[in-house]
């Protein structure tokens, strides 16, 4: 079993921004067809505030309320997709023989938000970036606790965005906008275990492991939202799959 | 000021996503580069990309020349003028 605490974290999606009105809609879920607002990225410089695109932008809006401005942090950032819609008008470019955007390009790489991000506020820590399929938030945590033996704060954030046509209608994937930014610490914060507890055909069936809501809203029933329900306290402990195996990442009372 | 001289100034504000910049505030004899402007090297290929599609002209990436071309709007009115007089 490892442990790790939690210092302090935010979560973003449209409409959604503080922890209450996370757990409000958690409880009450209802569907969220708006794109995201407009995030204040003030604390970073306008010529680079540029060149966040809107994926950047819904990671920054988790991140920044949560840091300090000038406090060196190393952290892992974890994306399903990424920036999907850039690459693809990348690829539209290709097939019409135009030449690519040169800033396009520097940017289609998965780990362009946490550049950016490590350039805005001239942090040379360690940078993780991770794209996963199977239990996304899962693995960046187990990525951010290897962090931790080394670091006394890790920065964790997992963010994606709804799938641009044409894959949209191939995926199940996120169906809004959504970030998470975590600060795991050594010393600090309320305690979180992850355990491996056995393989997907094993039968567990907890009290307080959360479920879905409302069956009628699939939105809700998606890894990052049921971990967003253990971090609003609203379960005790949530389930994810990976590999075969069924991990739980648990409050530790 | 030229209409090439805004016209340049109203590419490279489109091209480089300068939403909160108005072609007032770019100087015409001020560097558009890390001091002035303040652009930076990305910024330079997106403008030597724009300059290819909108006025036909290829430069080199690496010439001495072309860094000139770009020290600033009042040079960039001098590369497209010379080549319409091509």
């Not at chain 1, 955007?101 to 506020?121: D, E, K, M, Q, Y």
């Not at chain 2, 016209?7 to 558009?32: A, C, G």
Request: charged letters at 25%; aromatic letters at 6%.
């Amino acid at each position: 079993m490892i442990e790790f605490r939690l210092e302090s974290w935010a979560a973003m999606a449209p409409g959604l921004q503080t922890k209450e009105a996370w757990r409000d809609w958690l409880l009450h879920p209802e569907r969220i067809d708006s794109p995201l607002g407009k995030v204040s990225l003030k604390q970073i410089p306008p010529l680079l505030r540029r060149r966040f695109s809107p994926l950047g932008k819904c990671a920054m809006g988790a991140i920044l309320p949560i840091l300090e401005d000038g406090e060196s942090i190393p952290s892992i950032f974890a994306s399903r997709h990424g920036d999907t819609e850039l690459s693809l008008s990348l690829q539209k470019d290709m097939g019409l023989d135009e030449p690519m955007s040169p800033t396009g390009f520097s940017l289609a790489v998965h780990n362009a938000v946490s550049g950016l991000f490590s350039i805005a506020r001239k942090d040379t820590s360690e940078i993780t970036s991770i794209s996963a399929m199977e239990a996304l938030v899962l693995q960046a945590l187990l990525e951010a606790v290897g962090q931790l033996q080394v670091s006394a704060r890790v920065l964790c954030v997992v963010y994606d965005m709804p799938l641009p046509e044409p894959f949209s209608r191939f995926t199940k994937g996120d169906q809004f906008p959504y970030a998470i930014a975590m600060i795991l610490s050594q010393t600090t914060g309320d305690s979180y275990s992850i355990e491996q507890c056995g393989n997907i055909n094993d039968i567990i069936e907890p009290p307080s492991v959360s479920k879905p809501i409302n069956s009628e809203l699939k939105q809700i029933n998606s890894e990052p939202l049921r971990f967003l329900q253990l971090l609003t306290d609203i379960s005790s402990a949530t389930d994810s799959q990976l590999n075969g195996a069924s991990w739980r990442i648990a409050k530790v009372k | 000021m030229s209409n090439l001289h805004l016209e340049l100034k109203q590419m490279i504000i489109e091209t480089l996503d300068l939403e909160d910049i108005d072609t007032s505030e770019i100087i015409n004899d001020e560097p558009l580069f890390v001091e002035g402007l303040g652009l930076d090297s990305i910024d330079a290929l997106e403008i030597g990309l724009a300059l290819q599609k909108k006025y036909g002209i290829t430069l080199k990436s690496d010439s001495e020349e072309t860094r000139q071309y770009f020290s600033s709007i009042n040079a960039l009115v001098e590369l497209v003028e010379s080549h319409r007089s091509k």
